[in-house]
T-cell receptor, first 117, second 116 residues
Framework: AQKITQTQPGMFVQEKEAVTLDCTYD???????LFWYKQPSSGEMIFLIY??????QNATEGRYSLNFQKARKSANLVISASQLGDSAMYFC??????????????FGAGTRLFVKA | EPEVTQTPSHQVTQMGQEVILRCVPI?????FYWYRQILGQKVEFLVS????????KSEIFDDQFSVERPDGSNFTLKIRSTKLEDSAMYFC??????????????FGEGSRLTVL
């Protein structure tokens, strides 16, 4: 069965510094997708970045990068130059392809990031 | 930009009542989902729906829950007889066909259900 683990319930970072949010996963599938979503206090879920299991390069999207270590089954999110607006809950997620043709995406417990001025 | 819309944004109901949460996914998306988030906790998978049938459901999605896509645009979640522990934010999400994008989920803004 799939499993996503985020071991950091809360993290603090100084504004303008970089921060790494940890995520490990467990799956027996060869083909899967890894995602990070941001949930601000307003509650909406915002897609940040995606990494495919066959992608050899680490994904990057602006200030977000995903440190993908397939052998270690980790997919850490790195936020560079943190901003006050980055304060939010961050969820790591994994998608598997179902035999029925659909997809299933499950989420980790989340890490709450606090950016200090 | 197209978006997933959910109604109602907040519903208060008495225990034992039936509730229907409605979602309009993005029009050309093929995969539909419901997730639940109890306040301050993780986002829990309830059900995925593809090709007019359930692809997979979690252990949370028991006989009290059902989903429907009645008219090709709406995607509904029905809770037949609500319990106190059903109080949560319910998110609808959709994703496009496989060959488009990364398959990320496009979420609605959620429907907050409060069961008294």
């Amino acid at each position: 069965a799939q499993k996503i683990t985020q071991t950091q319930p809360g993290m603090f970072v100084q504004e303008k510094e970089a921060v790494t949010l940890d995520c490990t996963y467990d799956t027996s599938d060869q083909s899967y997708g890894l995602f990070w979503y941001k949930q601000p206090s307003s509650g909406e879920m915002i897609f940040l970045i995606y990494q495919g299991s066959y992608d050899e390069q680490n994904a990057t999207e602006g200030r977000y990068s995903l440190n993908f270590q397939k052998a270690r089954k980790s997919a850490n999110l790195v936020i560079s130059a943190s901003q006050l607006g980055d304060s939010a809950m961050y969820f790591c997620a994994m998608r598997e392809v179902l035999n029925t043709g659909g997809f299933k995406t499950i989420f980790g417990a989340g890490t709450r990031l606090f950016v200090k001025a | 930009e197209p978006e997933v819309t959910q109604t109602p944004s907040h519903q208060v109901t008495q225990m034992g009542q039936e509730v229907i949460l409605r979602c309009v996914p993005i029009s050309n998306h093929l995969y539909f989902y419901w997730y639940r988030q109890i306040l301050g906790q993780k986002v829990e998978f309830l059900v995925s729906f593809y090709n007019n049938e359930i692809s997979e459901k979690s252990e949370i999605f028991d006989d009290q829950f059902s989903v429907e896509r009645p008219d090709g645009s709406n995607f509904t979640l029905k809770i037949r007889s609500t319990k106190l522990e059903d109080s949560a934010m319910y998110f609808c999400a959709s994703s496009p066909r496989r060959t488009v994008g990364n398959g990320e989920l496009f979420f609605g803004e959620g429907s907050r259900l409060t069961v008294l």
